[in-house]
């Protein structure tokens, strides 16, 4: 009996100590470190994931694609074009500054003159101030995506980034190229403080004591962020405890981590889909919808997805990944060689022809060698492939040229919403609306064109859900393209960092609310 | 001695040159740099006032002649992704690209000469078979595979030695040095182990063979019938005439030593010239890689240069610029 008292007071010693935890440093590494401390410099992951460590925006997505409240604690619609923020009280800036309506403001109008962000807030027309702590979003036309949008909302301190800098230059001037007092200074509302930067070194933060957010688990008060651009450098130093916490995994290293007891492994279904697109106006033989359908029947995807990415990532027959509004449960993938030879027999090709085909080799996981591998399916239906692979660097300007039959493109939707995918990847190309942009096959459906353009203007989630469902299944039966797969997202973190929480699809880890053990 | 420093000033001034025009003319099959200083979803119209703007759309000639003007004036232009002085951004990561070769060139000398003699001296004597055997397998197995394998068996495995980075480093009259931290000693090891891979078993075979030659020349025979110790003909008379080539060779493996900086640094996430470097590639940063390729080229030219001097000096048959009215 006395023994049992004994392992019960330790067990009870032992929750306590595991509850309270004690302030911790993380030491981590990604492949790259951001390009600048202005959230609104360049559009990209590695700005999004600074953001949400220096600054807060106006909500933020959470692990199932919903929204969480963060310095707006709640909105609603007033009417068709505009939905109204309640900022939340006592939000305070790293310099002390209060965080009110007029803070919103500035920041909307900054980002509506970001050559990177104007694209977004295009369909917006003002952000109005009720009161101190309340703000009205309008759009020009009813658009079902405000919130998504305000997720790119960080408030800035409108006061800290006021007046100019030594030398006489404006301080909120959003510079690309050359310094800024932006680029190097930053004043959020944020869990974190940047206090010491050696760009592509090492970037040091410290938690801001004035945090709003007390009801955060996180436990971090000191960060040092490392960039290690080789992968196998990356996981050697998690494995070797040099850090605690990497992202991206590579592939090859995935089973390695999972069977390492020191570490822990998160992956998650990711939302950029690969694809390859076939020129019509190169290639007479593509205008022929059998002939595409051939192509999208005699590509083994889950054969990739299994073999060259190891089962990182899930094959796709559309778009919109699941959780999206446009995601379409009907649309499986479509692998079956002999309907292939069927259609391309149909269309009266069954003796082939040959095409060129470009695709990047350091832009997308295994981006070559799935390249490599879709050319020897071709074969198969006599399509010869001439196939060209490069770094990215070389491979966009060649893209814009279109300069291949076959280019591969990846993409993300910056709104999180599935009509983005297909503004860019599949309408008519347009240079002054700046549709179609990275449609590279040239497909144009007048009926997809109306079914999106309409979309954008629908604030009823049912309805717009049928509208974007229905694109899905007409890109799909028209074999607009060809869906490869969805990349997988991995982290991974020396035991006791609780990481699962605070990932997403998204890849903006929520650093501010890390709990180390 | 002047007439020859003046020479190979201009040398040098030619080679930068002869550089910046290939570094200018090869800049736009590099790649895009809108694609890397903007978002995808930027729209094309945006991209190409940038490209004004940036002066990315002038002629060749224009934007060459720019780039010289400026780079009398000692500025070489602005990184993209650094924002500052793409020639202040190369400097600021110098020392340790420097600190990195001359680590690995301590652990070449302090192995290469002892290593060199004794397989000479002692041809079939199993450590000298050793040697050889593994100095085959140093040159033939490229350096990033090296320092991976060192990675994981002294951080990973047996967690001996930090994995990556620079470590601590302190500040010397503005000289950021890792040689004087015991942190910084520590990172510094597997580094420079992995970039004297390459070099080491060549300097090994290099020194192996010159005194192989020396041991059987006259002036050694005659020593020996003179009835010299055995250390004093090794050590002073014919280790001494096998370092003159190995001076000549060594002096140009230094710049293949920075070369090899690239692909080490890499590896070892080391913050230096030569993963600036590929680091500028991938971003397509041209200021940062002409700049890159200039200063490379300036420090090939140098180190000839000080190569040359040492074997006048070395060398007193050797003259550096001939005197008025004749040769030797």
Redesign the interface.
Same mark, same amino acid.
């Given at each position: 009996m006395r023994k049992l008292i004994g392992l019960a007071a330790i067990a009870v010693l032992g929750a306590v100590l595991s509850v309270s935890a004690v302030a911790a440093t993380l030491k981590m590494a990604y492949d790259a470190d951001p390009v600048s401390m202005d959230p609104h410099e360049q559009l990209s992951g590695g700005t999004l994931q600074l953001s949400h460590m220096i600054f807060d925006p106006l909500v933020r997505w959470n692990q199932e694609l919903g929204f969480d409240a963060r310095v707006a604690e709640r909105w609603q619609r007033i009417d068709d074009k505009t939905v109204r923020f309640h900022l939340r009280k006592g939000v305070r800036f790293h310099t002390g500054n209060e965080m009110t309506a007029l803070d919103v403001r500035w920041t909307f109008d900054r980002l509506k003159r970001s050559p990177d962000f104007k694209g977004i807030f295009a369909p917006f027309e003002a952000c109005n101030i009720v009161d101190k702590y309340t703000i009205d979003l309008v759009t020009k036309e009813p658009y079902p995506l405000v919130l998504h949008t305000a997720t790119y909302i960080f408030p800035m301190d409108r006061k800290y980034y006021d007046g100019y800098d030594a030398k006489g230059r404006p301080k909120d001037a959003i510079v690309k190229h050359g310094d800024a007092f932006a680029s190097t200074n930053a004043s959020g509302t944020g869990p974190f403080i940047v206090s010491k930067r050696e760009q592509g070194v090492r970037v040091d933060f410290t938690r801001f004591g004035g945090y709003w957010d007390k009801n955060s688990p996180g436990n971090v008060d000191k960060i040092v962020f490392t960039p290690i651009k080789e992968a196998p450098t990356r996981v050697a130093a998690l494995l070797s405890g040099d850090v605690d916490f990497i992202a991206p995994v590579p592939p090859a290293d995935l089973d390695r981590i999972d069977k390492d007891s020191k570490v822990d492994l998160v992956t998650m279904s990711g939302t950029r889909i690969i694809t390859f697109q076939l020129n019509q106006n190169r290639r007479p033989e593509f205008k022929d919808k059998r002939v595409r359908q051939a192509i999208v029947y005699a590509i083994n995807n889950e054969g990739i997805v299994k073999k060259i990415m190891r089962g990182f990532g899930t094959a796709a027959a559309q778009q919109s990944p699941k959780g999206y509004l446009g995601y379409n449960p009907n649309l499986k993938p479509r692998y079956d060689l002999k309907k292939a030879k069927q259609l391309m027999k149909a269309a009266g090709y069954e003796k082939g022809f040959s095409v060129t085909m470009m695709a990047p080799n350091n832009r997308y996981v295994n981006d070559d060698k799935i390249a490599v591998a879709v050319v020897g399916m071709l074969a198969k239906i006599n399509i010869k492939v001439d196939l060209k692979t490069m770094p990215k660097a070389q491979y966009w300007p060649k893209y814009d040229e279109r300069a291949a039959d076959i280019m591969m493109i990846g993409w993300h939707s910056d709104t999180e919403d599935s009509s983005n995918f297909t503004e860019f990847l599949a309408m008519t190309p347009d240079t002054v609306t700046g549709y179609g942009q990275y449609n590279s096959g040239n497909y144009s459906n007048p009926e997809v064109d109306k079914l999106i353009i309409d979309s954008q203007k629908v604030t009823d989630a049912k309805k717009r859900t049928m509208m974007l469902k229905k694109v899905e299944q007409i890109l799909h039966d028209d074999a607009a393209f060809v869906p490869l797969h969805w990349q997988d997202r991995a982290w991974a973190a020396r035991k006791g960092v609780d990481i699962a929480p605070i990932v997403n699809v998204m890849n903006f880890p929520y650093l501010g609310d890390l709990v180390i053990k | 001695m002047f007439a020859f420093l003046v020479k190979r000033v201009i040398q040098a001034i030619i080679v930068m040159l002869v550089i910046s025009v290939i570094a200018f003319s090869i800049q736009d099959?590099?790649?895009?740099p809108l694609?890397?200083?903007?978002?995808?979803?930027?729209?094309?119209?945006?991209r190409q006032?940038?490209r004004d703007?940036?002066g990315l759309n002038d002629p060749f000639l224009v934007q060459y002649w720019r780039f010289l003007k400026k780079a009398l004036h000692g500025d070489l232009g602005?990184s993209?992704?650094?924002?500052?002085p793409a020639a202040e951004v190369i400097l600021d990561k110098l020392p340790a690209t420097l600190e990195l070769v001359f680590g690995a060139t301590i652990i070449i000398v302090v192995f290469s000469v002892p290593t060199g003699v004794f397989t000479a001296i002692y041809p079939m004597h199993w450590l000298s078979r050793f040697a050889m055997g593994v100095s085959i397998v140093g040159i033939s197995i490229p350096v990033f595979l090296t320092a991976?394998m060192l990675?994981?068996v002294f951080?990973?495995q047996l967690?001996w030695l930090?994995?990556?980075?620079r470590g601590d480093t302190v500040l010397v009259y503005g000289w950021s040095t890792g040689f004087l931290t015991k942190d910084g000693l520590v990172h510094l090891i597997l580094p420079c182990i992995a970039l004297s891979s390459i070099i080491l078993p060549l300097f090994i075979r290099l020194i192996r063979a010159e005194m192989l030659e020396v041991l059987e020349s006259e002036y050694v025979k005659f020593a020996w019938a003179k009835g010299l110790s055995r250390r004093r003909i090794w050590f002073l008379h014919a280790l001494k005439n096998t370092l003159l080539p190995v001076i000549t060779v060594g002096g140009v493996q230094i710049g293949t030593l920075i070369a090899y900086t690239i692909l080490t640094e890499?590896? +070892?996430?080391w913050?230096g010239m030569g +993963?600036?470097f590929l680091?500028a590639?991938?971003?397509?940063d041209t200021p940062l890689i002409i700049a890159y390729l200039i200063v490379v080229g300036l420090i090939f030219v140098i180190t000839n240069t000080v190569v040359d001097l040492i074997y006048g000096l070395v060398n007193p048959t050797v003259k550096l610029a001939r005197p008025h009215g004749g040769g030797e």
């Open positions: - | 099959n590099l790649g895009d694609r890397e200083l903007v978002g995808q979803s930027v729209s094309e119209a945006e006032k940038l703007k940036l602005t993209y992704f650094f924002k500052r991976i990675i994981y951080a990973v967690g930090p994995s990556f980075g890499t590896v +070892f996430q913050p +993963f600036l680091e590639v991938n971003r397509v």
